[in-house]
């Protein structure tokens, strides 16, 4: 189960990098929990796959294209999935590049819940803001 756990996950990102956002929301279970921390635009609680297209299409939209998520290591274990990454993005002539942990749970054979914890919140909501 957890190599399972781990490819869906790992699946999701690689269809996240080619801009692929159906097969990412494919999975995730439709009522997926996605909580992003801090005073951002991005900032919030996000329920659904509706939602996230929305949050998706933000992220895109404030970075001009250039939001990039680099895997780093997975951990698994049999619900759960944690992803240590660097995340990046340029906006307003300005590049940003942080640290971050990705932690998924995962049942049914689809991604239920998503929190973000990032290396530095204080610079990531200036960039964003």
């Known amino acids: 189960m957890a190599t399972d756990n781990r490819e869906l996950i790992v699946g999701a990102y690689d269809a996240f990098g080619a801009g692929d956002i159906p097969t990412v929301l494919q999975a995730f279970a439709e009522d997926i929990t996605w909580h992003i921390p801090g005073r951002s635009p991005l900032s919030g609680d996000y329920r659904g796959h509706q939602e996230l297209g929305g949050f998706f299409g933000r992220?895109?939209?404030?970075?001009?294209?250039?939001?990039?998520?680099?895997?780093?290591?997975?951990?698994?274990?049999?619900?759960?999935?944690?992803?240590?990454?660097?995340?990046?993005?340029e906006r307003n002539g300005?590049?940003?590049?942080?640290?971050?942990?990705?932690?998924?749970?995962?049942?049914?054979?689809?991604?239920?819940?998503?929190?973000?914890?990032?290396?530095?919140?204080?610079?990531?909501?200036?960039?964003?803001?």
Do not use: N, Y
């Open 94 to 129: 300005r590049t940003w590049s942080s640290p971050e942990v990705h932690v998924w749970e995962v049942a049914g054979g689809k991604a239920v819940a998503f929190r973000e914890f990032q290396g530095d919140q204080q610079t990531e909501d200036e960039f964003w803001s």
């Open 59 to 89: 992220v895109m939209e404030l970075s001009g294209g250039s939001f990039r998520i680099q895997i780093d290591d997975v951990l698994t274990d049999t619900s759960r999935v944690v992803v240590l990454c660097t995340v990046s993005a």
